[in-house]
């Protein structure tokens, strides 16, 4: 079809645009409105109920007293248009531009009140449509620019006889609605990729390389959101972000990759070159770092896991969120460095040297959700002090979770950690030490080493309802479920009703340290024994499974001195070790004299009396407790 001139009383029909849109605003009024000083910015497509209306009125498709309108929200061709006819507008009118089939058009309706001679509603500001104010008007017979009246016109891409004014182009993946939410809308057409300003409508920057696409967007902005379109973005830069308040936010991650293929609907930045994908970096601490910065639903993949770059790296960031974000085959996926107050929200990473790495002088990074599996190491802490690892799957690492010269108040709390070599690894530096670990509530299992370790200068942990099975899982009698001060003194950590089984050597194995305590465990079956304990001080109270106190009576008959019980204890006892009590029950013929216990072994131990206790025999109660 041509443009035609004479839209005159008989465009009415354009009026369906924007009134069904605006029923949901309380309905229009028409006023007179003065010129705008400039021209403005133009709408979008927009869905209401019905089906897709434009709001970029490509007049080459249509004829007098004609509506626009598409199922797709693409206005590509007139074969996908349909077409709304007549001053008075009905299901019969309305019919798609090839096969004359009706449409869904809702007729007869409120919606279609207030219409005014002479004068087309287009649309208003973000393309919705509150007041008077925002609205946007084309009167008379002949359309032209100057015809439009109104405060805030959106008319960059107004076609108009044939011409686009302010030089817009026509590019076939148009953006659906409420894409305008964003301060820019990424996309990419075969090679070539776009960035379009959410709020003019215009394509701002394109070409061959997504990053240099991706940066200018990010450059023109103060801040804002970037939102990436579905697809493949191939990055021969890394994406820098250096200032506040940036959100980049992509369509999703898809589930794991399998076998080389990546899930369709994936928003996917990719580099075949050693570069960090995404670098988001300050230049100093306090009023030089950058702030609320917020990366969600992106997949990131690198070219290889030796060459020394990440998936994300940050540097003096504060307040950031890395929300469901999917990195592989990166050598670091995620590595923070000297920032405060940063969180990972779910997502995963898969097939890293480490997947989350945290140094410098860094506080409060938050890891809530993640899946880190297939890594040398899956969250590696250093210097780090008051984080939090909480409700993540860690999974088939060498290192599940490891802390170097840590500080107080780091929680490892529900996470699933199985299937790598070490659990849970805290040790230190040459003069450091990591002190007051939280290790909370988590099922650590299948491990080939140990559950839990306390390598050298791990102190003050508090290790509590913890559930810990099958560590050792080669069944080598040489590896714990939680083993203390393997290379130096760890002092002062509490192991507390925590549930032990199958962890082949022993379930808690104190090598050195001091006050150490072990209380109120439950230790199951497969295991050389539940505790070993060459520590100092260390208190073993009222475990399950592990006996440290026992009592029960015995009688020294007439005519001896002694007599060998079983001690039921679960450990050999010694008079250093542990404390015994004995009680005579009654008074026997002759004065028993004192008691004392020898001859314990790890079964039995031998009471005596220094006299005979005569024909009456000697009923006593004895009692014994592992001391510290």
Avoid at 490 to 516: L, P
Wanted: hydrophobic fraction near 35%; glycine fraction near 12%.
């Amino acid at each position: 079809m041509s443009t035609e001139k004479g839209l005159g009383v008989k465009v009415w029909a354009l009026l369906i645009a924007v009134l069904m849109l605006g029923s949901a605003f309380g309905g229009f009024k028409y006023a007179e409105a003065t010129l705008p000083t400039q021209d403005g910015t133009w709408g979008e497509w927009f869905r209401e109920t019905y089906g897709w209306f434009s709001t970029m009125l490509h007049l080459d498709y249509a004829t007098a007293g004609r509506l626009l309108a598409t199922n797709s929200g693409k206005n590509v061709t007139s074969t996908s248009i349909g077409i709304g006819t007549g001053d008075d507008l009905t299901g019969v009118d309305w019919v798609n531009a090839t096969s004359g089939s009706y449409g869904d058009l809702y007729v007869n309706s409120p919606y279609f009140v207030g219409f005014t001679a002479g004068r087309i509603p287009i649309v208003g500001a973000g393309g919705l449509i509150g007041s008077d104010a925002d609205l946007t008007f084309v009167g008379g017979d002949t359309l032209t620019v100057a015809n439009v009246s109104a405060t805030s016109a959106y008319l960059t891409d107004l076609h108009v006889s044939g011409a686009w004014y302010n030089g817009a182009t026509v590019v076939s993946d148009l953006i659906d609605y409420p894409e305008s939410e964003a301060d820019y809308i990424v996309w990419v057409d075969g090679a070539t990729y776009y960035a379009k300003n959410g709020h003019t409508g215009q394509i701002d920057f394109s070409g061959a390389d997504a990053a240099t696409v991706i940066q200018a967007a990010i450059n023109a902005l103060t801040s804002g959101k970037i939102y990436i379109k579905p697809g493949i973005y191939y990055l021969l830069a890394p994406i820098l972000i250096n200032k506040d308040n940036i959100s980049i936010e992509g369509a999703g991650g898809g589930t794991a990759q399998i076998a080389g293929r990546i899930n369709a609907g994936a928003t996917i930045l990719r580099s075949d070159i050693a570069i960090d994908l995404i670098q988001i970096t300050g230049t100093g601490f306090a009023t030089n770092m950058v702030v609320g910065v917020n990366i969600s639903n992106l997949r990131l993949r690198g070219n290889g896991t030796t060459n020394g770059k990440d998936g994300i790296w940050l540097q003096y960031v504060d307040l950031s969120i890395i929300q469901n974000v999917f990195i592989d085959n990166c050598d670091w996926g995620i590595r923070y460095q000297n920032v405060w107050m940063n969180e990972i929200k779910g997502g995963s990473i898969v097939n890293c040297n480490r997947g989350v790495s945290v140094y410098g002088s860094s506080t409060e990074i938050n890891i809530i959700g993640a899946d880190i599996s297939i890594c040398g190491t899956g969250i590696y802490l250093e210097g780090h002090a008051m984080g939090t690892i909480m409700g993540n799957n860690i999974v088939q690492n060498d290192y599940g979770v490891y802390l170097l010269d840590c500080a107080y108040a780091n929680r490892i709390i529900g996470n699933n950690i199985a299937g790598g070599n070490y659990g849970i690894y805290l040790t230190s530096s040459g003069g450091g030490a990591t002190y007051g670990t939280i290790i909370n509530g988590n099922a650590i299992f299948d491990q080939y080493m140990n559950g839990i370790t306390l390598y050298k200068n791990s102190h003050e942990s508090i290790i509590t309802n913890n559930n810990i099975w099958d560590c050792d899982r080669g069944n080598t009698g040489t590896y714990d479920g939680i083993i203390i001060g393997e290379n130096a003194a760890c002092n002062r950590n509490i192991i507390q009703s925590n549930q032990f089984s199958d962890n082949d050597r022993y379930d808690v194995n104190i090598v050195n340290g001091t006050s150490n305590g072990v209380k109120n465990n439950y230790f199951g079956v497969g295991h050389v024994n539940g505790v070993s304990d060459t520590g100092t001080d260390t208190i073993i109270q009222f475990n399950q499974g592990f006996i440290t106190e026992s009592s029960d009576t015995a009688t020294i008959l007439n005519a001896t001195t002694l007599i060998v019980i079983n001690h039921g204890l679960s450990y050999t006892p010694t008079t250093a070790n542990t404390a015994w009590s004995i009680t005579p029950l009654e008074l026997s013929t002759n004065d028993p004299g004192q008691f004392y216990i020898d001859t314990l072994t790890a079964t039995q131990a031998t009471i005596h009396c220094r006299n005979d206790p005569g024909a009456s025999n000697l009923d006593l109660l004895w009692s014994a407790t592992k001391s510290p």
